[in-house]
Structure formats: C-alpha cells, structure tokens
C-alpha cells in the first residue's frame, strides 16, 4: 500500500483523484506519496482500492459504491465518508469545496482528463471557479493545466511547448520570451487560442494580460 504520512498537514498540495483516465504509475505514486491528504471522487475509489492504495477521504454520493471492495477498505484504517448530494455541481466542485473547507491551500488534480471530453472540459473550466480560494493544478501524463493569474513570470528550457487557452476570453494579453509573441492579443473561444507556443530560449517566460481569464498548459510530450 501506498502511505502518504511522511509529509506534514498543510506542507504540500493535498491531493483530489477524480474517475477519468489512468495516468502512469510512477505519476500516481508521486504525486500520492507527497500529498498529505488523499480525496478520491466517487467512482474512483474502486480504481484506488484495486491498486490497494491510502486515501483519506471518499467523496460523492455514492451511487457507485455498489460492488465496494469493504475488506480493503477496511484494512486502510479510517477513511472519512463525505456524503455529498448536491446534483448542481459536480464531484470535482464538491470536492474542492470540500477541501477548502477544511483549509487546504492548494491541491493537485489526477484522473481528471481523458475519457468523456464534457467532464475533461468543465474540469478545466472549474479552476477558474475556486482561483481566490486555493491553489489548483489538473496534471496527467502529458500536461499541467492551472489557472493563470493577470501577471506571470516562470523560468523555463527553451522549446518548452506552452498553451494559452481563454476560459470565455481573455484579452490585452502581452508576452516576453514566447517562439510566438502576444502583443496586446486577444484570445477567445471558440475563434482563436494560443496553442501550441513554445519557448524561445532558456529562461524567465512573462505574461501579462488586463481582462478575461487564461489557462496555462504547460505540455510535456
């Protein structure tokens, strides 16, 4: 079983495992091992429970615990049930709520692409949602996907490949250090993004933008 105890509360983003596509392993086992605090959303506790792996709390409403793996679940030690009924929001929403709740600053997001495209996209337009109140990141094998604040700046190798996608819009978007600059640009969907830029050399990439909201997607592949 994995364990996740090594870090102190609060120390590292917690971490919330939805029910879309598996990511790699040594993903999983990262991000597990670092987390001081697990929630797996709904159907994702059986994935969790077959891989025999902690978590801390269950949430949802439970309309998939048919078949529930009780002798494991069991054998993990307390797992706290969060009955969670609200049917206007999504298991994602609860569960970031609920971590908000209970003060967390940040969490990172698994399982939450992949599978069905509704359920990727509102993922990723929900972060923008909860931005004022904790700190979020969607990853998966081959991105990091988080909300983008008015004013940016992160070092980066040179060729990284960057995504600048609008939730809705966003606009007076300037750039430094993109192989593609934005020069007072604006983005909007579904009429233009800024996928697939990349960066020009090594370095601080910096981004600023006055309106609208942006998604950073940082691509690994």
């Known amino acids: 079983m994995s364990s996740h105890h090594i870090v102190r509360d609060n120390q590292e983003p917690a971490l919330i495992i939805a029910n879309g596509a598996d990511c790699s392993d040594a993903l999983l086992q990262q991000l597990m091992e670092w987390s001081p605090y697990v929630l797996a959303l709904d159907g994702a506790v059986h994935r969790l429970l077959a891989r025999k792996l902690r978590f801390d709390a269950w949430l949802g409403d439970f309309d998939s615990s048919e ?13 706290e049930r969060v009955h969670a009924l609200d049917q206007d929001k ?16 940040a969490a990172n997001i698994l399982w939450a692409t992949g ?34 604040g008015r004013q940016f700046k992160k070092w980066y190798p040179a060729a990284t490949q960057l995504s600048l996608i609008p939730v809705g819009y966003a606009g007076g978007i300037f750039s430094k250090n993109l192989a593609y600059p934005l020069n007072n640009h604006r983005l909007e969907l579904p009429f233009s993004t800024g996928s697939s830029n990349a960066v020009a050399e090594d370095g601080f990439v910096e981004i600023t933008y006055a309106e609208g909201h942006l998604l950073m997607m940082e691509c690994f592949d």
């Open 115 to 148: 599978r069905r495209a509704d359920h990727t996209f509102n993922n990723m337009a929900t972060l923008w949602r909860y931005h004022d109140q904790i700190t979020l990141s969607i990853l998966d094998d081959h991105s990091r996907v988080y909300p983008m």
């Open 67 to 79: 078949g529930l793996d009780v002798e494991t679940m069991a054998s993990m030690g307390p797992v």
């Open 90 to 105: 999504t298991d994602l929403q609860k569960g970031i709520e609920f971590l908000i709740a209970k003060g967390h600053a």
